[in-house]
């Protein structure tokens, strides 16, 4: 059994949207600094990782949400690097309330990514060994992200605060260009039950980046909205976003 | 002597931008959320203040920035509300890291706003009382911000994120607006070393901001840019800041 690894974080306005949630751009980030500390802990930080020419990816998150946490509660996230393969390191994360309940549960995939040249390297036993998780043949595949259909186009330019290091913008600000296409009246009258998002290509500072979305009813689902971010045509990131109407 | 707050703060990655340093935006979340904490404490949380159909604005901030906070570190926060007249109070905020060092020390000035008509009100005893600040007759001006001159434009559409409650664009993302158009290579070879600040008018969801900015050298410094926010040619915030050539 992998080790699990858990963190306590105070939700703070300025986390939170209008509706007075955690924003999920910041429920990802919430969540990294949690697998980045649990590095740390087993001495695997991204310094070790560096000194093999590697750097951790994130290549897909599946998101479910019981429910968004609010503004002045606290939670704890924890984290399981649950297991590997040649190529893919698959993380699981939970957001528990201060009651117990869980809020949101993450399944995440990881590659290793060579510094110089940007290409996938195969997975090293030296830095997944103390996470102690299990070895696996199977590739997960993960649900299927649905094709955006007749789809819609808003574009963004990447600004300075939306990067990191190296230029690059961070995963989480994905989630961003692709809600807020779906405007004011919307976003206040549904919440997110389940976010499927993969991360292609790696958008640069300065890129205009198109966030293009269809938006269907699906099952008993009151919508479902398809997402593509492309810059010069070419996807970057692809999700599917389940809504549920939101309670007031 | 007023009552003074402190309240600690972990930096963490997403807080910073690619210098690894804190962001201007969050750096104003972060103090606000110390002041805000400190009125809980004294029973004149916001739930209190509406209860005189009034809310707290904050009108311009002096931001003095002696280092700006690295990734990592942990930083107390301390504020207290040192003066008022009849429609102006004053509060002084200080970041201190963990050597006890000054790295910013901001001084701000908060009016009451009419929730309905968003007009200024006079400053009510009850409200202000328990901070124990010193009643004054002066009005504090605050070191003139300086005209743009010859300015470019760059414009942004406000985003659903951008919004706290009343659909109104929060004051730390002006921050934003206005030091992104100085561009990254700008951006990685300076740091700001004061910051004057103020807001003239509340921006909404949807609406197109533009982002006026002119840069000049003044006495020893190497870099002042000169601010202004505009929807449809009114003025909505102005800024002057001051930078410092960034050390490596």
Redesign the interface.
Known sequence: MAKKYSEIHDI???QC??N?TL?L??LL?II??TS?AQSDALNRGSDYVASFGLAWVITQYDIAITRLPSSGETVTVTTQATSYNKFFCYRNFWVHDEAGNECVFIKSTFVLMNIENRKMSSVIEDIIAPYESEKVKRIERGEKIQPVENGRSQDYRV???D???N?HV?N?KYL?WM??V???DF?TTHTPERVLIKFDKEVE??EIVDSIWSLKKQDSRPAVSCHQIKVNDTICAEATIFWQTKNE
Chains 1, 2 share one sequence.
């Open positions: 703070v306005y300025y949207d209008t007075g924003t751009p910041t980030n990294i600094k980045s600004r300075f605060l990067i990191d290091g230029k961070n989480s961003d809600t807020d779906l405007g004011f976003l500072y300065g």
